[in-house]
C-alpha cells in the first residue's frame, strides 16, 4: 500500500542524513569514512539512489581517496534538490 507521509519520513531521514555526511566527510578520518560509507550505502540503495549508493561502495573500500570523496561531495549536491522536491507536499487530484 502507498504511504505518502512514510515515504516522505524515509526521505527526510535520508535527507538529514545527506546534510551531515556533506558536512563532514572531509575532515573524516578513514576509519570514520568507511563507517559511514557502510551505514549510508544501504540507505542509498533503499530509496534508490543507485549512483551514490555504487560511489559509497568504493569509499568503503578505499576511505582515503580524495578522488571518491570528490565524487561523493558532487552526488550528494546532484541529489539533495531532488530530496527536496520529492519531499514537497503533492496534492491529491479529486475525481
Known amino acids: 500500500m502507498y504511504d505518502n507521509a512514510l515515504q516522505n519520513e524515509v526521505l527526510a531521514l535520508f535527507h538529514q542524513q545527506l546534510l551531515t555526511a556533506r558536512s563532514q566527510i572531509?575532515?573524516?578520518n578513514a576509519e570514520k569514512r568507511r563507517d559511514l560509507a557502510h551505514c549510508l550505502v544501504g540507505a542509498a540503495r533503499a530509496?534508490?539512489?543507485f549512483p551514490?549508493?555504487?560511489i559509497l561502495a568504493e569509499l568503503s573500500v578505499d576511505p582515503s581517496s580524495k578522488l571518491i570523496v570528490e565524487r561523493i561531495?558532487?552526488?550528494t549536491d546532484s541529489l539533495i534538490p531532488h530530496l527536496v522536491e520529492?519531499?514537497?507536499p503533492r496534492g491529491v487530484?479529486?475525481?
Request: aromatic letters at 0%; glycine letters at 12%; proline letters at 0%.
Open 73 to 75: 561531495l558532487k552526488q
Open 52 to 54: 551514490l549508493a555504487r
Open 86 to 88: 520529492l519531499m514537497k
Open 93 to 95: 487530484a479529486k475525481g
Open 47 to 49: 530509496v534508490g539512489a
Open 26 to 28: 572531509e575532515a573524516m
